[in-house]
């Protein structure tokens, strides 16, 4: 054991930092395990190491593959900034821009993986470790992943820059793993900012993740992890947090806005906690509840449909209805308590035209429990916008202009029984067979 | 590009960092900028940079102007401690303490702007860019901003270290910015610790804000951000959180100690979630939405109001009755669910005398829904006391010793209508018109 | 006044930092004292230090004693494994494992103090300073604080590595402080994770704390703190989060495992707020409010009780009945408002044989307002697993095959009066005097 536990990419002997950022991680962590073989010894042996990157634009062709525990990877800046709406603005004008790229301590990822390659391939950070036990408490602290392109996808999007397709993941965990944190991070541009499987005890916590096609992905099944206090937006495609198969799942205290085909998409998530974030969304299935989400508690957010301001955006949508709902559950015994919904909707945009919105909408499941809910619901006169930044100003304006839009505030559909709503709307808001159902109509003017 | 993005304050050889860190700093963001002048060679070209604060004492004399994206600046260590205290012990003690001041990585702020300068000359920090695209990413972390004195501002207050007044702020950020993180910093005895114009995507998360005039102010017009897990507490004339014309906007899980002429004072706010954050004051208008804040949730916040207990600070007040109520709303469609209030007051201390004190009041807007608030009012008998740490002592007695408090839980005043208010008082605690708004009592004994 | 506020501990010339750190942090902090002597020359003098710890094994047989402000000991690692989980693989197969320890910036506390010894004795790192101001702004973060063994306790507990007795605290603070931060550490194997007296604006942030018998004390008194964002699990014998007579003590966004005795333990806590949290206990007696906790807000928590699924740990429990209550509360004036419960029981292992599970106890108490829970209890029939990570597999496929469990979803004790229950259960569910106690039963299918 020696004190050499501090790695600065910057003066590793072993390859350029800025041409390829990979093979100068991949040959330190082959130097952490060519020194730290002892187990054991003395109750110590293999402690990891920290790899610092300071700010700089580092470049990697390899992909960093990381196989021991205890490795923290830890940089000077998690340096987002917008590449979206750069990419929208005229290329004859760039000259005049202060800087085109994001920043601080970032990698420009220059993996392009083959159509064909496994999804894996397309990782900046590739983490996997078989056997026992799990790997554990990897770090990953205040860097930017660039993933610096979107491409041609043939879905005949003008902008190739505006696919949110490249075949780029930020951080891949492909095996079972404990205690990972991930914080103060940036990620930007990538199709798939991080792929986790089998997480457990996993801290997700003040990152900054905007302009990817997905952002938080959580797969295969995991328990009892955290994603707390980040900034997020996917783009029009994909999931801003994806969990799959969670127990005892913390989603609070993020501030999660456009787009994202939904802000949050649980897919047989149960016993979990999404509480306490803002949620603004363009589209409808805002939080979906798949295949069975059981026994999770939905309280204290603040859900904003309004419709896409941004010219250059507004022709994609998530191919759902206004009828979708904000909140769509498949499942039994969830709770949804003390939520505010403002749906905030030109008649004239709603697909399909005509249709009455849904807000909250149980689609199937039993013993569901909707309290205290309040729907805000308003039509306003929306026009298109050259600046991704006026729905302030917008939504300013329109306060006073609005009037009232009819919705449905809760629609249980009719395979569903025994599900208590309360306070939620009023007896002509809350669509569902009440003699199978308990209902209390919020009280209204006598 | 070289490797020479991280600076060490102690360590630049132009200037003196404990004489003038200003002019250090100033110095190292030019040098940044003479070597960051490339633009997208190779997709990258202006990463910015880290300057490092080591503990010391730092004076500052000259303004630090930022202007380039992706600059971090962090030191170790917050530094806080309470200044009031030690102010307020009679000089002739002094020698008897530990310390005297604040420390950590410690800014002094000397700059003394005049009474006639623009607010912004007496900024320890002054951010500011035009053009396109927006300053991003710029991090303040881990450091102590200290004001140092606060000055005789001829309001008659005896102790001029008591006024709250210096003209000194921390960090001002004059231009529209972009995914700015305030992380675990210390801010102390500075008339505003920061003023952030035009934010978007924000982060002040994990500081420690306390004995400045104001805390944080969010001014013109911002969305999108977050102000997350912060300990907090303004002087007696300002605000600890103040927002304008806001969307989006994310306060939660801090903890607002007094004094503070309001703890959360929001002008236009829209869309915006106020949760599960502690509020302690010893004045009304605790939390107050003025100029029409809309569509806004505050869920699940603890609102404790009771007397200063501290002698030196109970001369002051911020002037309002005990008629102007804890939480003062004037706009539409705000939902307030499910919080707690506590108003534990001597009656002889009540304002106007024999005033029935309001808890919740409406004074202006429709369609606000106020559901399953509990209130609870207690009477006590308060006592000054030498110490400002007695509150906590004092509570726990007067638990055993008080009787019910007679408040009026919910006034909505007569031009609000088509309020909704939900078991948050009874009858008789509930003050409005009741056939121009929806009401239902909390049940009471039959 | 010099620059040489930065200590590395790999680079300090007394003592060796391998084999004991408790001297060499001690020299350090002799040093500090040494050097900065003066006060209130040019209005400094004591900015305190930084401490790095490089990752790697750092023995500990000195107790580190802190006595000055604004020092910060830092790492880079939490370093969290689950010793837990080793210690219960039979030894002939660690061979096979890829490490056997935690890593990380790594403390091995080889303290073993008497059994006659003061609590204190056994402390890694010892905070303790008399008279004024109280000791500022001493911060922990990023290391790792590994007990490494428990030792047989007489409890006739067949492996001694599961008692969760060892006699050692990570960090003890025996004297009122203010304003310290415990932020991004790893706590293991400790009796006590942490044991602070007397806190005043304490942060305890995004820690990961578990297989400690206890894991956050706050004893004595303490004010405006916050414990947020952790990931935190005590033993069968211990506490998750224990308080004592606190105010405005904020628990918020914390992901509570199990075992613990109980999840957060409160003894004359005071306007108070637990929100937001994940809650997952094998046991009753999840939260308890004794000693007359009053005017607190417990809201949008979600509480999981099922059966240990982990053979080497269904030996143990904290010997309350199921009547006990998940929720148990003495006390006026508190709020619980918006939670979600799920029992999840099999009936054969229901104590005594035959009860009926109560989830919200009222022990003794006035003018509590429990409204807007929802109780969700269900039956299942559970097996013991070799893997303490299937309850997760366990709870998707139970969620199927359950079926409802009867259980008391409030019980008012008969000395209760002036409490107000709303809809949180069937007229059944609800067990109080109601004529002492106002009620409005959960609406039910008519």
Redesign the interface.
């Known amino acids: 054991?020696n004190?050499k536990?501090?790695y600065d990419v910057?003066k590793w002997p072993v390859g350029n930092?800025?041409k390829d950022i990979g093979e100068v991680i991949n040959s330190i962590v082959a130097d952490i395990k060519s020194r730290q073989t002892d187990?054991?010894v003395?109750?110590?042996?293999?402690?990891?190491?920290?790899i610092y990157l300071?700010?700089?634009?580092y470049?990697l062709t390899t992909q960093v593959v990381i196989d021991i525990?205890?490795l923290?990877i830890?940089g000077?800046?998690?340096?987002?900034?917008?590449s979206s709406?750069?990419y929208n603005?005229p290329e004859n004008e760039?000259s005049?821009?202060?800087?085109?790229?994001?920043?601080?301590?970032?990698i420009?990822v220059d993996i392009s993986p083959t159509a064909n390659a496994a999804e894996s391939a397309g990782a900046a950070f590739y983490v996997e470790?078989s056997?026992?036990?799990r790997?554990?408490?990897v770090?990953f602290a205040n860097f930017c992943i660039d993933g610096?392109h979107f491409v041609d996808d043939g879905s005949g999007e003008l902008n190739p820059e505006n696919t949110y397709t490249n075949g780029k993941t930020g951080i891949y965990v492909a095996s079972a793993q404990?205690?990972f944190?991930i914080?103060?991070m940036?990620f930007v541009y990538l199709e798939h900012g991080m792929t986790i499987y089998h997480a457990?005890?996993l801290?997700i916590?003040?990152n900054?993740i905007?302009e990817c096609g997905n952002c938080i992905e959580l797969r295969g099944?995991?328990?009892?992890?955290?994603v707390?206090?980040n900034?997020i937006g996917a783009g029009f495609k994909g999931y801003s947090i994806f969990a799959q198969?969670?127990?005892?799942?913390?989603i609070?205290?993020n501030?999660i806005?456009p787009r994202g085909a939904s802000s949050i998409y649980c897919d047989?998530v149960?016993?979990?906690?999404i509480?306490?974030?803002?949620l603004?969304a363009f589209y409808p299935g805002m939080v979906v509840f798949s295949k069975?989400c059981?026994?999770?508690?939905i309280?204290?957010?603040?859900f904003?449909h309004d419709r896409e301001p941004w010219t250059p955006m507004q022709e994609h949508n998530n191919g759902l209805d206004d009828s979708y709902g904000l909140l769509w559950i498949n499942g039994?015994?969830n709770?949804v308590?003390?939520?505010?919904f403002?749906e905030i909707m030109d008649k004239q945009y709603l697909t399909p035209a005509g249709v009455t919105p849904v807000i909250i909408r149980v689609v199937a499941g039993n013993?569901n429990?909707i309290?205290?809910n309040?729907i805000?619901a308003?039509e306003i006169h929306a026009e298109g916008s050259d600046s991704c930044?006026a729905?302030?100003?917008d939504?300013?304006l329109t306060?006073e202009e609005s009037k009232p839009l009819n919705v449905i505030t809760v629609l249980v559909e009719s395979q569903s029984h025994?599900n208590?709503i309360?306070?939620s709307g009023s007896d002509a808001q809350v669509v569902m067979d009440k003699?199978?159902?308990?209902?209390?109509a919020?009280?209204?003017?006598?």
């Open positions: 054991m004190n536990n501090y910057t930092p800025y187990t054991n003395n109750e110590g042996g293999k402690p990891g190491a920290v300071p700010p700089a634009d470049h525990s205890y923290k830890v000077s800046g998690h340096g987002f900034t917008s709406i750069r603005v760039w005049k821009l202060h800087e085109l790229w994001p920043g601080g301590s970032r420009l470790r056997g026992d036990p790997i554990s408490s770090e610096l404990d205690s944190k914080t103060d940036g457990d005890a801290t916590h003040n900054f905007a099944w995991g328990q009892a992890s955290k707390t206090d900034l198969n969670f127990g005892q799942l913390l609070t205290a501030n806005f047989g149960t016993r979990s906690l509480s306490n974030n803002i603004h069975g059981s026994e999770n508690l309280s204290s957010n603040h904003l039994n015994h709770s308590i003390g939520n505010h403002s013993e429990y309290s205290n309040n805000v308003t930044f729905s302030q100003v939504a300013l306060t025994r208590t309360l306070d003699t199978a159902n308990a209902f209390r919020t009280p209204t003017l006598s």
